[in-house]
């Protein structure tokens, strides 16, 4: 039977093309769309509001009534809203996939807390390619060694609410693990004005925000006379669509715990508590 899935912030655009994706998945089935209470599209089919063919599936704010329905949920809200969205699956038992970023300390500590009673796989980023690059990043900086500086460069569109982006602080955390340290520790948000030199070992983050970019991601490591650049950029989001249904499919039967695209994938043999 094909897994039944409730796809929150529907009409978003992660949403748009994780129904366009999900469309021609066979093993999948869309029957309940999440949007906004208040939202002028609520009623409408969530097949024409993605721009594929009708799919019978109305834009609805009945959160109970769309997990009564499936199987699992799949969630990019905003952080207020995937955290809600998050306890009432938590309540129905039911399995989630979550893209959100910008959750703050408190938020991300109820998660983890929820995390305790169902399978959730959060990740900052669903791309394949990404979290490759998050794999290899910690060795990477561990074989070049300290005498690198290491700066992070992300670029979105001008909705994107939080900065840096959820992916640049994973690559961050990754960059930090492979000098063993924690990334509050040596992060370097901000150098606006005269703040001195560059600090050693510090891991310092750009943030670009321009028109409809999708995602663009840099690590600079740079040392004596060259640097080594590891980019990954998104021309759409297909690609984040994709990896959220391979986490879909990845999520089913397993026991309650964080999850995230690293298990997935079978870059990790335990699981992910961030």
């Avoid at 999708?214 to 060259?226: D, M, P, Q, R």
Wanted: a negative charge; charged letters at 20%.
């Amino acid at each position: 039977m094909a897994i039944r899935v409730a796809l929150a912030a529907a009409a978003g655009k992660m949403g748009k093309a994780i129904i366009a994706a999900l469309c021609e998945q066979p093993d999948l089935q869309l029957v309940a769309a999440l949007g906004r209470p208040g939202a002028e599209n609520l009623g409408e089919d969530v097949g024409r509001i993605a721009g594929v063919a009708e799919l019978g599936v109305p834009l609805s704010a009945q959160l109970a009534q769309a997990l009564a329905q499936a199987d699992i949920l799949v969630d990019f809200s905003p952080a207020d809203a995937a955290l809600c969205h998050l306890r009432a699956a938590a309540q129905a038992q039911l399995p989630v996939v979550l893209g959100s970023t910008g959750f703050s300390a408190d938020q991300q500590t109820e998660l983890e807390e929820l995390s305790a009673r169902i399978p959730l796989v959060a990740a900052a980023n669903m791309s394949v390619g990404i979290n490759v690059l998050l794999s290899l990043l910690p060795q990477v900086v561990a074989a070049l060694g300290e005498d690198y500086d290491i700066e992070i460069i992300e670029a979105h569109h001008n909705q994107k609410r939080d900065a840096p982006s959820g992916t640049a602080l994973a690559l961050g955390r990754a960059a930090a693990a492979g000098r063993k340290v924690e990334l509050d520790a040596v992060a370097c948000w901000d150098r606006n004005g005269n703040n001195g030199l560059r600090a050693k070992g510090s891991i310092g983050f750009a943030t670009l925000r321009a028109a409809d970019v999708v995602g663009e991601h840099s690590v600079w490591l740079a040392g004596a006379g060259e640097r080594l650049e590891l980019t990954h950029r998104a021309s759409s989001r297909r690609n984040f669509a994709e990896g959220a249904l391979r986490a879909v499919r990845w999520v089913q039967g397993r026991a309650p715990g964080l999850y995230d695209m690293q298990d997935v994938l079978g870059l990790r043999s335990t699981p992910a508590v961030e």
